[in-house]
């Protein structure tokens, strides 16, 4: 029997960069997520996009209101934590002096996962790094260090994804690859919140969809919420 408890749950989740709530960037939010769901967390920019998935990641704790995962109040530090969420929302979380494919290996190793050279040659051909899968982080174009971080984060266990806007940088056939990864990480049983600008990634991949603005938050399906990126 599918295990019932949610993998994000925020109720009244209020957030700021100060001491009260008069800092305040995002509204309060309000959300569930489900194994086998994809959320897309959209909005202009400023509304707090990207504070949101901080919260949901134990980065930054809220003003008010709670944020839980895997059922329990957020903790980034615990063992659990980190054995199922795997995330990429920080451009610079590479290790310099690896190559591509040291990386990959070290996150791979690093998590207990079997097969790692197998896995690792298929995650740097998907990604289109197989030419490129011996160079160090800062010999690569700023679109295959994005290519890198996702790749990074495919190579991991998980049961909870979270990005922020995976799509930077990528070109149409790339975006199309993720699409298909974050579907595939749906009929897993996985689940993501993601914050994006990019509404085809919405419609072909997210099961629902939170628009953040200076007035609140609102509930969308996939289509609604693609309206609601390209009327911005």
């Given at each position: 029997?599918?295990?019932?408890?949610?993998?994000?749950?925020?109720?009244?989740?209020?957030?700021?960069y100060g001491a009260d709530?008069?800092?305040?960037?995002?509204?309060?939010?309000?959300?569930?997520?489900?194994?086998?769901?994809?959320?897309?967390?959209?909005?202009?920019?400023?509304?707090?996009?990207?504070?949101?998935?901080?919260?949901?990641?134990?980065?930054?704790?809220?003003?008010?209101?709670?944020?839980?995962?895997?059922?329990?109040?957020?903790?980034?530090?615990?063992?659990?934590?980190?054995?199922?969420?795997?995330?990429?929302?920080?451009?610079?979380?590479?290790?310099?002096?690896?190559?591509?494919?040291?990386?990959?290996?070290?996150?791979?190793?690093?998590?207990?996962?079997?097969?790692?050279?197998?896995?690792?040659?298929?995650?740097?051909?998907?990604?289109?790094?197989?030419?490129?899968?011996?160079?160090?982080?800062?010999?690569?174009?700023?679109?295959?260090?994005?290519?890198?971080?996702?790749?990074?984060?495919?190579?991991?266990?998980?049961?909870?994804?979270?990005?922020d806007e995976p799509e930077?940088?990528?070109?149409?056939?790339?975006?199309?690859?993720?699409?298909?990864?974050?579907?595939?990480?749906?009929?897993?049983?996985?689940?993501?919140?993601?914050?994006?600008?990019?509404?085809?990634?919405?419609?072909?991949?997210?099961?629902?969809?939170?628009?953040?603005?200076?007035?609140?938050?609102?509930?969308?399906?996939?289509?609604?919420?693609?309206?609601?990126?390209?009327?911005?």
């Open positions: 029997m599918p295990d019932p408890t949610p993998l994000v749950r925020t109720k009244g989740l209020t957030l700021g709530l008069a800092s305040r960037v995002c509204p309060p939010v309000s959300v569930s997520v489900a194994p086998g769901q994809v959320l897309a967390v959209i909005g202009a920019n400023g509304t707090g996009k990207s504070t949101f998935l901080r919260a949901v990641a134990g980065l930054l704790p809220p003003l008010a209101g709670s944020v839980q995962t895997f059922g329990r109040p957020v903790d980034e530090r615990a063992a659990w934590f980190r054995a199922y969420t795997a995330m990429l929302l920080d451009e610079d979380s590479y290790l310099p002096a690896l190559t591509v494919r040291e990386h990959l290996l070290l996150t791979a190793r690093g998590h207990g996962v079997k097969g790692v050279s197998d896995l690792v040659s298929d995650l740097v051909a998907e990604f289109g790094l197989t030419d490129r899968q011996h160079a160090i982080p800062t010999a690569l174009s700023s679109g295959q260090r994005r290519r890198l971080l996702l790749s990074a984060v495919f190579v991991r266990p998980r049961k909870l994804l979270l990005l930077q940088r990528l070109d149409s056939g790339m975006r199309d690859r993720l699409a298909q990864r974050l579907v595939a990480e749906r009929a897993a049983g996985g689940g993501v919140v993601m914050a994006t600008h990019d509404p085809v990634l919405v419609r072909r991949s997210a099961t629902a969809a939170v628009l953040l603005t200076e007035d609140g938050v609102t509930r969308h399906s996939p289509e609604d919420g693609a309206r609601a990126i390209e009327a911005l």
